[in-house]
């Protein structure tokens, strides 16, 4: 199936901006492809004010959420990676939920061909009988 991340992230948008909220997006700004203004980046995250009123030309597809917004007076094209989000919650109550990094979201390549640290490990040997019986 495909992830599910984008369905939620679109959703959970909806719902913010239909209570009136104001949609906080909080991002991996080290993420592969994010494009945001490195100003305002913190530990590596940056956390982004979505309302329909602060960005323009919003797009949340399935792999991208795109749209342009102010920094400082300043215009900026963000480009987000939908994997590289890492929660949305409505700034007044903090309502949403955080997204945790699933086993497709791994960036880090990995060689199929190479054992894993499980198959290096000696085998078990079986279990002996308990010596332990059911008296009734």
């Given at each position: 199936?495909?992830?599910?991340?984008?369905?939620?992230?679109?959703?959970?948008?909806?719902?913010?901006?239909?209570?009136d909220c104001t949609p906080y997006l909080v991002v991996d700004a080290e993420?592969?492809?994010?494009r945001?203004?490195?100003?305002?980046?913190?530990?590596?995250?940056?956390v982004l004010n979505l309302a329909p009123s602060a960005v323009a030309q919003?797009?949340?597809?399935?792999e991208v959420i795109s749209c342009s917004?102010?920094?400082?007076?300043?215009?900026?094209a963000l480009h987000v990676p939908v994997r590289a989000v890492l929660a949305i919650y409505a700034k007044e109550n903090g309502a949403g939920t955080v997204f945790t990094l699933d086993e497709d979201d791994d960036f880090?390549?990995?060689?199929?061909?190479?054992?894993?640290?499980t198959e290096n490990l000696p085998k078990?040997?079986?279990?002996?009988?308990?010596?332990?019986r059911v008296i009734k």
């Open positions: 199936m495909t992830p599910n991340r984008p369905y939620l992230l679109r959703a959970f948008y909806e719902w913010i901006v239909d209570n993420y592969p492809e994010t945001v203004p490195q100003q305002f980046v913190q530990n590596g995250q940056i919003m797009q949340m597809g399935n917004a102010r920094f400082g007076g300043h215009p900026f880090t390549h990995e060689d199929p061909t190479e054992p894993t640290p078990k040997e079986s279990k002996k009988q308990s010596h332990l």
